[in-house]
């Protein structure tokens, strides 16, 4: 599996901050995504990445922007963070090994961001 | 969008007996894929099966098996000799396009000693 880790894995912020969270990948993977989890919702997908300099928006993407400048690296910013951005962030790669099939998520440990 | 539900928000099972947890999905596609996934309290999300739709056949994966039924749009999850280990939220997700999953609400199960 590739490695992939997620930084900070807690962060508590104040309501009107920027926040940035980090997400690395050790493997080469072409696809990178954001999602949160909530209660009652699942994860839900904020924006993914198709390559450097190439990203889209998902489903819940209001109020988050993302960069990824290198292979390895996906960041997800929260402008100005608001209480309905309290959520566990979850990154994750695609496993699909370019067979064309799909071979699911490989998945971050998580962020529990706490904004107040 | 698509979309995933799993009715039953919590669900128990005895240690060693066998439980199902149920995942319902709305989609138009013929291809696609669906899976399982895994979140102990340690909050890593953790694959636990995968299965393609054009594959009559039930993934099985030591005592996790599903039961895919495509006209019905039904993935079940069942959990044969419950272990203190299964304790967790499962969640199922599907995906045809493979740049996004849709996933359920999720299932919390308890093992029970």
């Known amino acids: 599996d590739a490695g992939i880790t997620q930084s900070p894995r807690h962060k508590v912020t104040e309501t009107g901050t920027p926040v940035t969270l980090r997400c690395h990948q050790t493997?080469?993977?072409?696809?990178m995504y954001w999602y949160r989890q909530d209660p009652g919702h699942g994860l839900r997908l904020i924006h993914y990445?198709?390559?450097?300099?190439?990203?889209d928006k998902g489903e819940v993407s209001d109020g988050y922007s993302v960069s990824r400048s290198k292979t390895e690296d996906f960041l997800l910013t929260l402008e100005s963070a608001t209480s309905s951005q309290t959520s566990v962030y979850f990154c994750?790669?695609?496993?699909?090994?370019?067979?064309?099939?799909?071979?699911?998520?490989?998945f971050g440990s998580g962020t529990r961001l706490t904004v107040v | 969008a698509q979309t995933v539900t799993q009715s039953q928000p919590e669900m128990s099972v005895q240690e060693a007996e066998t439980v199902t947890l149920s995942c319902t999905y709305d989609?138009?596609?013929?291809?696609?894929?669906l899976f399982w996934y895994k979140q102990p309290p340690s909050r890593q999300m953790i694959l636990v099966i995968r299965?393609?739709?054009?594959?009559?056949q039930n993934a099985t994966e030591n005592r996790f098996s599903v039961n895919f039924q495509k006209a019905a749009k039904s993935f079940s999850l069942k959990i044969s000799d419950s272990q203190l280990g299964d304790a967790a939220m499962y969640f199922c997700?599907?995906?045809?396009?493979?740049?996004?999953?849709?996933f359920g609400t999720g299932t919390s199960l308890t093992v029970i000693p």
């Open positions: 994750a790669i695609s496993e699909s090994k370019g067979t064309g099939s799909n071979y699911g998520y490989t």
């Open positions: 493997e080469n993977h072409r696809y």
């Open positions: 990445s198709y390559g450097v300099k190439d990203t």
């Open positions: 989609t138009s596609e013929s291809d696609y894929y």
């Open positions: 299965q393609e739709a054009y594959k009559q």
């Open positions: 997700a599907y995906t045809d396009t493979g740049n996004q999953f849709y």
